[in-house]
């Protein structure tokens, strides 16, 4: 499965912003999908996951209350919706996928987008 990621661009503050992660291949809407951040300088870190069917999100405790993730199936596409954006949320953002694992470990997600940067101004 090859996952390309989009939506980045330059916001201001309490902005938002969608991004997009399109799949390749229809079995995707099997996959478990998350999204991660690196920000310069730092580690890469978990942002938000959803399981396959949509049933079940995880996100990491900066970003809950701001941030949605979701997964349509019909169009092999994930979505992370960010509101109220914080210059602290500037990085670049990487969706993954898998077919087994969902959560926060980067290491166990078979499939990554080449990621999509995400700046925001204060």
């Known amino acids: 499965v090859q996952l390309q990621a989009s939506g980045g661009g330059l916001v201001q503050a309490g902005g938002s912003l969608r991004l997009s992660c399109a799949a390749s291949?229809?079995?995707?809407?099997?996959?478990?999908m998350g999204w991660f951040r690196q920000a310069p300088g730092k580690e890469r870190e978990f942002v938000a996951a959803?399981?396959?069917?949509?049933?079940?999100?995880y996100y990491a405790d900066s970003v809950k209350g701001r941030f949605t993730v979701s997964k349509d199936n019909a169009r092999d596409t994930g979505y992370l919706q960010m509101n109220t954006l914080k210059p602290e949320d500037t990085a670049v953002y990487y969706c993954?996928?898998?077919?087994?694992?969902?959560?926060?470990?980067?290491?166990?997600?078979?499939?990554w987008g080449q990621g999509t940067l995400v700046t925001v101004s204060s």
């Open positions: 993954a996928a898998d077919p087994l694992s969902v959560g926060a470990v980067a290491a166990e997600y078979d499939y």
């Open positions: 959803i399981s396959w069917n949509g049933r079940s999100t």
């Open positions: 291949r229809r079995t995707f809407r099997t996959y478990n």
